[in-house]
Structure formats: structure tokens, C-alpha cells
């Protein structure tokens, strides 16, 4: 047998270098032969081995399979539940009556479970990491898989495993995680398909909910980001409604594998391209909204907001005290009481992950229109929606009882809207004030804003002016739902003075165009303290406004303003302290740069754009940064980026430009050309900053002061030149060569061309930006030649010294520019 001559060469040369203990046999174990600490099987590619192993700290003997590269990563065990202490003497062999068994100290404590019995049973550790026992009958016939181990799943999914939750036919198969790092037996939380008529997957702890990925909607789960995407494309058979099994199908080229962990997050991990560390791609629940539900009954997590639970239109907290202490699990309860007789009204709640599927009733053809007709026939009835968005939108889900764990979805265009039934009371006096996270649709509606404006007597002035007009509208809310405004904590000036050490030179941490950063502490919490200069020109209570507007500016992609200070003239900005440095300390660092793999930029680069998306559309006023840098872009100790100085330039940037003219607020090499030249900025003089740090970021070389003369090009210059030459790769930072997804990286670099190009109205805006950066496949239009700036003046570039840290600023005024 080809195999077993295979085998006797390993043991030879096995046995040459003293290694006895070792000769089992490549991958297989024959009948008669036995595993004992110490032996291993390892599969062909040496990807996994299989042995007995003590994980952690533990003294107890377990059999397990592992990734021959990272023996640490234990992805199956059999006799998790049956610990054997290491005194003990353990084997493993196919015993005598053709059953592959653990037996301990000569007494069999695990057997495996199969439904027939091999003639000629082999043990073989397959490459995917699936152990089975096959029957070779002899050279030329098929081997009939007697058992295997991905039928008996532990906490990991790998792909060629599949998850099951086939009920009629009895059959199920579902990650348990472990109880701790060095107990594998079971823990509390199970990863599994839940399967009631329309399917979504679960992590439960017990019988409870920890997360939901939310309802299959026909194309991915609406809880979670759309597949397929490059790292996530399961295959997934349905039976009617039923999803019964789902299955990441086997790539020998991409190592990965989904955990379950011991506190119930669920990990997504890949393997870099050098097969010797894990990254991890995604995790659940990301945040708490991804808890199951943290808002309680009718309230909706948004995880963008400063208070992250709201009510439904319609509904207000069941108790405000609980409310305003943040415990939102009580929920919200109806304001008034549905009237079904007389009629009631739907208020439509756009992009959500749909509330859980307790008590519903679906219809898989009916469109919306006959949706809405039915859940107005029943009494009970209390929301419809589409639950699949293929077509367009199409079938007709209802919900009955509670609206338990809705929350915003990231996706920009996502087709899931929910119509939530309201007393026809409520909708005419409020009309959907809750759902007005797009401005866009806002600006449809002149007609009921006026209508509204005449019921409460407050709006009129607002109706002239978007930005206004959105803060009196928000002052409504606020009445209504009392603590959603917060007040903007003001600090003492001795309280500022003590955190800083009366503003001292050491602390100091960077030097803006709107004054110094200073570290600082209170008490417990590190702050950082922004001293404003000559901002005099600016009333108190102007500045207050701008102030709590900018605070109200809440995204996890944003640094937080956690409060200001005003002294007789003095203004000071109270931020959160971020312990890592800028993106330019890392980025341009001939060190650091290597903490940044591809995957980790790629990743701040999305960051960036959310955060920019949110800054000019999400929010409630359209904030355009005017000084988007790489040094502007902050890092938290996970290296997530953080936009800082967002919303000053418009705060004091305006002022100063009305005062003097041709002020403008900006840095050399990010500027966009009609912007440096005319001072004209818009959301599109944005997005080429943007642009310029999204091609920095990829190439790790500066814009200004680039540094390639052999033509003497500026960078965007030499992208677009490696870009025509289909040279793409070439521009790429070096030290990516290790982490590198093609495709992301040619996306990136062309996305940033398009952001660089000369006219404003050939640049994309945020949202496509974003789509077209997360989208494998899209068709990406063909970027021109961009715009470039010839610079006159010979200020020096900043490098990143240590003493250099965050916040600084290159601000300065621009008079001597040229556009070629
Ligand atoms: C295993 O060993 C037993 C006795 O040691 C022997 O009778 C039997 O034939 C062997 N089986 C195989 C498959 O070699
Ligand atoms: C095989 O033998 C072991 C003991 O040697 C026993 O525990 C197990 O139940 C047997 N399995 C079958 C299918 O007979
Ligand atoms: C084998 O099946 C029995 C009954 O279905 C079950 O109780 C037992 O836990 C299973 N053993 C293993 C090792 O899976
Ligand atoms: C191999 O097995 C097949 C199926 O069991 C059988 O038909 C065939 O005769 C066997 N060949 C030999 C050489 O034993
Ligand atoms: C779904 O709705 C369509 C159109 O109203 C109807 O013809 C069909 O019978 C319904 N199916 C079920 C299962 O109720
Ligand atoms: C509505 O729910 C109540 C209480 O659960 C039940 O008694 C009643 O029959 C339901 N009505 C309809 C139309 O389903």
C-alpha cells in the first residue's frame, strides 16, 4: 500500500534521528497501532497534528487536534468532557472490535460513535483538520468514511464543517465553548443556527440570547456586514424557509476558523500569509448594540449616539428614571394606546437589523402594500416589513408582540426598514422625528416640517436654515424623551489648571493652529486639553453652541470631546487621551510601520472613511473637516483610527476667514487645488484629503516631500503614473509584501486616484467612497489625471521625533501656492 510504504520511510527516518517515541506514522494509524502522549499524527501538508495535549495550565490529558504551526490553536477535542490526570497512563488505537477508543489506565473512557464497522479501518488527520476513520477494502474501491471528527464540532468551525440545524431530520451540529483556557469541557455559550420558520444565527447562553446575527434576508444575515466578502462566502442549503446547514467551503490557500470563546465572543480569525499567526477578522457582538437587546421592548440601539438607546416614535421610556441612569432594559412603552378600530399609522424606521422573530408570520411573495393591509387586519399585529431584500424588497414579515433588540445597521443603503404601528394620534403630531438620521429624505418632506412647525408654534424661524431648523427640531425631542440633550460637562478653570499642572511646559504634547495640546490628568482618567488661542472674536454663548454641537458629533471613528472650559478670554477644549500616537508616527516610521499590516490598514482606512461619512452625511450638521491629515488621524490602543479636530475649522476657521481674507485653514500636500487657491471648501475638498492620506497610507511615503527623483513626481503624481502602467503593486509599502490582499490594495490605490482628481465634481462623495473601498468586484470608474500642487514655499516637513506626538499642527496660512 502506497500509504503504508510512505509510513515505513518516515519511520526509517524517524528512527535514524532518535526520535522512536515519534514512529506512529505520518497522518494514519493502522489497526493494532497506538498513540500515546507523545505521538502525534500530522497531516500530509503538515497543517494539523493530532495527540494528546494539557492545555494551559491544566494537568489533565486531552486528545486534540492543533495547527502544526500554532500549537496553541486547539480546534477539536474528543474527550473534552472526560478529563484523564496525567498520572494516568492514555492511549489511543483502534481497538479490537474496530472502534477507535481512548482508554485510561486500560479502562476505555471514549469511544466514537458510528453507525457501521470497518473491515479494514484506517485512522487518517486529513489537511483540513477533519479526523477520520475510513474502511480501505483494498487498492482500487472507494473509501467509505466510517466516522470523522467534523460530525463532532467543540468550539471551532472550520471550514469543510458544517453547521446543521436540520430538526425533522433529527440532526444538529453547533459550536459549545469552552469552559476556560485550560478546561475544555463544556462552557456556557453556544454558537448554532436557530431555526424558526426564518432562520438567523445565535450565540445562547442557556436558553438565553447573547447576540443575534439577525434574520437571513435572503442574501447574508441583516445583523451583520453582507456576504459573500473576501474572507466570509458560506455555502448555505435551505429547506423551504429553513436554513439546515451552512458551510465555509475548504480553500487549502486561506487558513481560518470561527471560535466560540469562553465568554461567548464569537472570533473570526485568519491566518497571515507566512502561516505562523492568527489575525483576527471580525468579532462578535462588535459592540454593545450587538448585545441582545440593550434598549428592552420598542427601543432601538444606536451606536453612534451620545445615548445610545432611543425610543420608538411613538413610544417613550417605561421608566424615565431608569432612563436617565442609562438602564435602558426596561425598555419603552407606547405613549398611546393603539386604537385599532379607528385606524392606526405605520412610522417607517430605516436600516435597522429587524427586531428578533419571537412571534411572527411570514408570506414569502407578498409585496409590501399587501403587507401593511395585513397587519392591519390583525389587532395584534404590531410592525411588517420586508424580510428579504432581493428584489428590491420583497415577502412580507410580521411581528407580533414586543419589538425586542433592533438596532442601526452600518450598510448606507441597506434595504431593511421596518413600519413600526403607532396610534394615528402619534404620527401626526411627531411624524417620524425619531428616524431622522438621513437628511436626505428629510428634505422631501418641506411640507409636514411646516405642518409641525404650526402645531408646536416653535419652528418657524428654523424653516430658512438646514442647521437651525435641525436644532429645534432636536429641542422637540428633547421634550419629549428629556434626556437626550445632554448639557456639555463645563469645567473649572482651577480644575483644568490642577489636571495640566497649571499648564506646563511638560505636559505639553503638541502645538496646533488653534493652540496647544496639553496632557492632562483627573483623578483616574487622562485627559487631553486643547488651549484655544485668539479666539476672542467669538461670543460666550456662540461658542458654547458650537461647542456642544461639536460634542454631540459621537462615532467611534471621531476622538471625543469630553468638555470646554471658559476662563474671562480664555477657551479650552477637554478631549479623550489617546495613548498612541498619530497614524504619521506609524505610518512614515521606519519601525512601527511593520505593526501595520495590511489588513490592520485596510482597516483604518474603512475607519477613516466612517468616520468621514459620519462628519459630512450622518450627522446631524454637515461638518467638513478642512484639515484631514495623516497626523490628524489619531490611534487607540487597539490602532483604531480616530478623526481629531473635526468641526474647529468651522468653528473658528470661518470666523477668521470672513476677517481676513484668504485665510485658509489647511495643510501643505492635502490640500485639494480649488481650495488652497480660492479658498473654496466643500465636502469634496475633504475627500481629496482623503485621498492624499488613503494613498499614504498604502504606500507609506509622504505627499509632501516625496521623495522620488527620478522623475521628481509628487506622490499623487507617481500613483497615477505606476497606475497607467498597470505598475499598481509597485507603489505598495514594502513591508506589506507579507500581508497584502491584492485586490484591496489596487481597489485602494484606485479609490484614492479618485479622490485626488483635479475637478471637485469628478471626486466621489463619502458613501460611494466607502462602497466602492468595501465592495470586491465593484466596477470602479477610471480616475483622470489628478490635481497637483506646485508648492513655492520651503517650510520644512515635520518628522515624527519622539518628542512630536499627537494633535500637532501644520496650519498656516497659504499665499503663495501655484495649481499646474
Ligand atoms: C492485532 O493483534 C492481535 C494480537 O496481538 C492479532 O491477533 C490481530 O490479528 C492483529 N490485528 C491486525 C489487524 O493486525
Ligand atoms: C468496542 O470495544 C470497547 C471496549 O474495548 C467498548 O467500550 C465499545 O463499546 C465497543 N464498541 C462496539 C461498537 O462494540
Ligand atoms: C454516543 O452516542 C450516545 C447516544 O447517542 C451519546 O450519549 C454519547 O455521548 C455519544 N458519545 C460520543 C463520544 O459522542
Ligand atoms: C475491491 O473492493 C471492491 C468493492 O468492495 C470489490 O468489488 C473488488 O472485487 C475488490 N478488489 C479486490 C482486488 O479485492
Ligand atoms: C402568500 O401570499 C400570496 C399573495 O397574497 C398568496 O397567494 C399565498 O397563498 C400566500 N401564501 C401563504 C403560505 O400564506
Ligand atoms: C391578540 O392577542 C390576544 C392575547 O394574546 C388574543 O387573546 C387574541 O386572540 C389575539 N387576537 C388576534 C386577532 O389574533
Redesign the pocket.
Given at each position: 500500500m502506497a500509504l503504508f510504504q510512505l509510513n515505513t520511510v518516515l519511520c526509517a527516518l524517524l528512527l535514524s534521528s532518535n526520535f522512536l517515541e515519534f514512529c506512529v506514522g505520518g497522518d494514519t494509524l493502522l489497526p493494532n497501532q497506538t498513540i500515546v502522549v507523545g505521538q502525534t499524527l500530522i497531516s500530509e501538508n503538515q497543517v494539523f497534528e493530532m495527540g494528546f495535549f494539557s492545555p494551559g495550565k491544566s494537568r489533565n490529558r486531552y486528545l486534540g487536534i492543533w495547527y502544526k504551526s500554532t500549537p496553541d490553536i486547539v480546534v477539536w477535542v474528543a474527550n473534552r468532557n472526560e478529563p484523564i490526570p496525567d498520572s494516568e497512563e492514555v492511549l489511543l488505537a483502534i481497538a479490537a472490535n474496530r472502534t477507535l477508543v481512548i482508554s485510561r489506565a486500560g479502562r476505555v473512557i471514549w469511544w466514537m460513535n458510528a453507525s457501521g464497522v470497518a473491515a479494514n479501518p484506517v485512522l487518517q488527520l486529513l489537511d483540513t483538520g477533519n479526523l477520520v476513520l475510513v474502511d480501505r477494502k483494498n487498492e482500487s474501491s472507494p473509501q467509505d468514511c466510517i466516522w470523522q471528527s467534523f460530525d463532532y464540532p467543540t468550539d471551532t468551525w472550520l471550514p469543510g464543517m458544517k453547521m446543521i440545524a436540520d430538526i425533522d431530520a433529527g440532526e444538529e451540529k453547533y459550536m459549545i465553548s469552552w469552559k476556560d483556557l485550560d478546561d475544555p469541557s463544556y462552557g456556557d455559550y453556544v454558537f448554532r443556527i436557530e431555526n424558526h420558520g426564518l432562520s438567523q444565527t445565535v450565540i445562547l447562553r442557556g436558553t438565553k440570547k447573547r447576540f443575534r446575527a439577525g434574520h437571513w434576508n435572503g442574501i447574508y444575515f441583516g445583523g451583520t456586514p453582507p456576504f459573500p466578502n473576501p474572507i466570509f462566502n458560506p455555502e448555505m442549503i435551505f429547506k423551504g424557509e429553513k436554513l439546515i446547514s451552512m458551510l465555509e467551503p475548504y480553500d487549502s490557500s486561506i487558513f481560518k476558523r470561527v471560535t466560540v470563546d469562553k465568554s461567548g465572543m464569537l472570533y473570526l480569525y485568519i491566518m497571515n500569509a507566512r502561516k505562523d499567526k492568527w489575525n483576527i477578522a471580525s468579532v462578535y457582538p462588535r459592540d454593545p448594540c450587538d448585545e441582545y437587546s440593550p434598549c428592552g421592548p420598542y427601543g432601538i440601539c444606536r451606536i453612534d449616539r451620545a445615548i445610545r438607546c432611543e425610543c420608538f416614535t411613538g413610544f417613550a421610556p417605561k421608566s424615565q428614571q431608569d432612563w436617565d441612569l442609562q438602564d435602558w432594559s426596561n425598555g419603552c412603552i407606547r405613549i398611546r394606546p393603539l386604537n385599532c378600530q379607528r385606524g392606526d399609522r405605520f412610522v417607517e424606521v430605516r436600516g435597522v437589523k429587524y427586531p428578533d422573530i419571537l412571534q411572527f408570520w411570514l408570506?414569502s411573495?407578498?409585496s409590501l402594500s399587501?403587507c401593511k393591509a395585513e397587519c392591519l387586519k390583525n389587532c395584534n399585529c404590531t410592525a411588517y416589513a420586508n424580510p428579504y431584500i432581493t428584489s428590491g424588497g420583497s415577502g412580507c414579515l410580521l411581528w407580533f408582540g414586543d419589538l425586542i433588540d433592533t438596532r442601526d445597521v452600518n450598510e448606507a443603503d441597506s434595504k431593511q426598514n421596518i413600519y413600526i404601528r403607532v396610534s394615528a394620534l402619534e404620527v401626526s403630531e411627531t411624524v417620524e422625528l425619531s428616524t431622522d438620521l438621513d437628511k436626505e429624505k428629510e428634505k422631501k418632506r418641506p411640507i409636514k416640517l411646516i405642518l409641525i412647525s404650526m402645531v408646536s408654534g416653535v419652528l418657524v424661524s428654523g424653516i430658512f436654515n438646514g442647521g437651525i431648523l435641525l436644532m429645534t427640531r432636536r429641542k422637540m425631542r428633547a421634550t419629549q424623551k428629556k434626556n437626550e440633550d445632554l448639557e456639555l460637562p463645563l469645567f473649572k478653570w482651577t480644575t483644568i489648571l490642577a489636571a495640566t499642572n497649571n499648564f506646563s511646559k511638560e505636559n505639553v504634547i503638541g502645538e496646533g493652529g488653534f493652540g496647544p495640546v496639553y496632557r492632562g490628568n483627573f483623578s483616574a482618567e487622562e485627559i487631553a486639553v486643547k488651549r484655544l488661542s485668539r479666539t476672542s472674536g467669538q461670543g460666550l454663548e456662540e461658542f458654547k453652541t458650537e461647542v456642544i454641537l461639536i460634542a454631540k458629533l459621537q462615532h467611534r471613528n471621531l476622538i471625543r470631546l469630553l468638555g470646554c472650559c471658559i476662563e474671562g478670554e480664555e477657551r479650552v477644549l477637554v478631549y479623550e487621551y489617546l495613548p498612541n500616537k498619530s497614524l504619521d508616527c506609524f505610518v512614515f516610521d521606519q519601525i512601527r510601520r511593520t505593526l501595520l499590516t495590511w489588513p490592520k490598514r485596510f482597516d483604518i482606512i474603512v475607519g477613516i472613511a466612517r468616520g468621514l461619512l459620519y462628519l459630512h452625511r450622518d450627522s446631524r450638521l454637515k461638518i467638513i473637516h478642512r484639515d484631514l491629515k495623516t497626523s490628524n488621524i489619531l490611534l487607540d490602543g487597539n490602532l483604531n483610527p480616530k478623526i481629531s479636530d473635526f468641526g474647529l475649522a468651522r468653528t473658528f476657521g470661518e470666523n477668521q476667514a470672513t476677517a481676513r481674507t484668504k485665510r485658509v485653514v489647511g495643510t501643505y500636500g492635502y490640500m485639494a487645488p480649488e481650495y488652497a487657491m480660492n479658498g473654496k471648501f466643500s465636502v469634496k475638498s475633504d475627500i481629496f484629503s482623503m485621498g492624499v492620506v488613503l494613498l499614504e497610507i498604502v504606500t507609506g511615503k509622504k505627499n509632501r516631500g516625496f521623495d522620488h527623483c527620478a522623475h521628481c513626481h509628487s506622490l499623487l503624481e507617481h500613483a497615477w503614473l505606476l497606475w497607467k502602467e498597470n505598475k499598481t503593486l509597485e507603489l505598495m509599502d514594502e513591508c506589506l509584501k507579507d500581508t497584502f490582499v491584492e485586490s484591496e490594495v489596487r481597489r485602494c490605490v484606485q479609490v484614492g486616484l479618485l479622490c485626488v482628481q483635479k475637478y471637485a465634481e469628478d471626486r466621489p462623495v463619502m458613501p460611494s467612497v466607502l462602497f466602492m473601498l468595501g465592495t470586491e468586484g465593484a466596477v470602479l470608474p477610471e480616475p483622470k489625471e489628478p490635481g497637483f500642487l506646485i508648492e513655492r514655499s520651503s517650510s520644512t516637513v515635520r518628522s515624527c521625533t519622539a518628542a512630536s506626538t499627537n494633535y500637532e499642527k501644520e496650519t498656516m496660512s497659504i499665499t503663495d501656492l501655484e495649481a499646474r
Open positions: 408570506n411573495s407578498m399587501e
